[in-house]
């Protein structure tokens, strides 16, 4: 049964790729920083926020994708709202762990900012399927 669990989990929270960009530059990725340790925290927080940049940029594309739409807007908003709301989660796990003062309070605050940052991957991959115009 504890297999099955962690192999739903891996199914339910994909890895992200690193895929080359059109400047030539890879996509962060979690799996960079996701083993990082305490006296690791500069690396793990310059990683945090290459990613938190990385959602930011996939928000703007779905963003600029939105303003072409010509098809009712409604459902597409409110799923949007889910990407939204993930942002704004990973936007305060980064705060609370950039105030971390302790090896312990800090890895339970980058496991934190580990679901907060899978959960914002969820919504954007669902509204990239979402997106048919």
Not at 38 to 53: I, K, N, T, V
Not at 70 to 93: C, I, N, P, Y
Request: hydrophobic fraction near 40%.
């Amino acid at each position: 049964m504890a297999a099955g669990i962690a192999c739903l989990s891996q199914r339910a929270y994909p890895e992200v790729v690193a895929i080359p960009g059109s400047d030539g530059t890879a996509a962060p990725t979690w799996s960079n920083i996701e083993n990082d340790h305490y006296d690791q925290r500069a690396h793990f927080e310059a990683g945090a926020d290459r990613l938190s940049a990385h959602l930011d940029y996939e928000i703007r594309v779905l963003r600029d994708h939105r303003a072409k739409m010509t098809r009712d807007l409604g459902d597409w908003d409110l799923a949007m709202k889910d990407v939204d709301e993930s942002r704004d989660l990973l936007t305060s796990r980064i705060t609370e762990l950039k105030k971390a003062t302790t090896p312990d309070l800090w890895d339970a605050a980058k496991g934190r900012f580990g679901d907060a940052w899978k959960r914002s991957q969820l919504a954007v991959d669902r509204m990239n399927r979402t997106v048919t115009d």
